[in-house]
């Protein structure tokens, strides 16, 4: 059995695997956080690591809502500004069903 942070650690391990180069994790705002911030080429990836033990109840996959949606949004803007920085970005989730890595590019 794995929890949330080792889950975090395979899916950064993952897109490193896929070519991408880590930036930052476990970023923090009042309002929330960006579990991965990763680059791809010259894309800004904002990444949501869902982990889920099991299918049930529709698996990792389906554990991200409007309201966390739009959390990470905010979180994304808010890194953006910090940084003074303007890239291309996408929103990526990797949903690991136990260790079972499903990558979905450019869903939000």
Not at 93 to 102: E, G, Y
């Amino acid at each position: 059995m794995i929890d949330g942070k080792l889950a975090e650690q395979q899916a950064r391990e993952y897109l490193q695997q896929q070519g991408l180069n880590f930036v930052a994790a476990n970023v923090r705002y009042k309002f929330g956080e960006i579990d991965l911030i990763m680059e791809d080429q010259h894309t800004l990836v904002f990444i949501e690591v869902k982990y889920r033990q099991s299918q049930a109840f529709g698996g990792a996959i389906n554990a991200l809502g409007a309201k966390q949606i739009q959390r990470i949004r905010r979180c994304a803007e808010a890194y953006l500004q910090q940084q003074g920085i303007n890239p291309p970005c996408r929103f990526d989730v990797i949903a690991n069903n136990n260790a079972q890595i499903t990558w979905i590019q450019g869903c939000f």
